[in-house]
């Protein structure tokens, strides 16, 4: 294993949380929580990315966004907070995955998003493929379960649905679970543009 990335053991099953985090919030680590509490995982990684490929606005610096969400989980040993897209050199989720499938021979890994995201997941690079190579965990987010549930994800994805999502981590792709949870309506782009975050 490499130096600086995460340590996972073979039959862990690891939760993978992307995103820019810029900056990490209380709707993260209460998503992050929940995923633990209701899929069966040992451990979630967020992977706080060089950049977002859909976004026109590049984050603050990596280091910093870092610092910031490790204070936000106040060093919870269940959640590691990494930068391995960037020591890996991946730009897109899909390339991410099968790296790290790679890398880690006999982990399972989860990818986790929020229902906003799973509403423009069609979007993202091969994600059709992403949906083939791991289970795919989603978690309810203010305002977007009616557009998540109707996404384009969700209809090509229909019968692949389970109900619940304590054994996710042991389905093999494509395999995906909608999971309410107590809503936190936390938003980086709120925070920044209230001012509350400079990296």
Known sequence: MRAGLPKARPGMVIGLLGGSFDPAHEGHVHVTREALKRMGLDRVWWLVSPGNPLKARQPAPMAARIAQAERMLGG???????????RLGTRFTADTIR???RMYPGVSFVWLMGADNLAQFHRWDRWRDIMAMVPVGVLARPGSGLAARLS???QVFRGHRVGRGENLGSRKGPAWV????PMNDASSSEIRAKGGWKG
């Open 76 to 86: 919870d040993p269940r959640v590691v907070v990494t930068d391995i897209e960037a």
């Open 99 to 101: 790296r790290l499938r």
């Open 178 to 181: 909608f999971v309410n949870v």
């Open 152 to 154: 384009v994800a969700a």
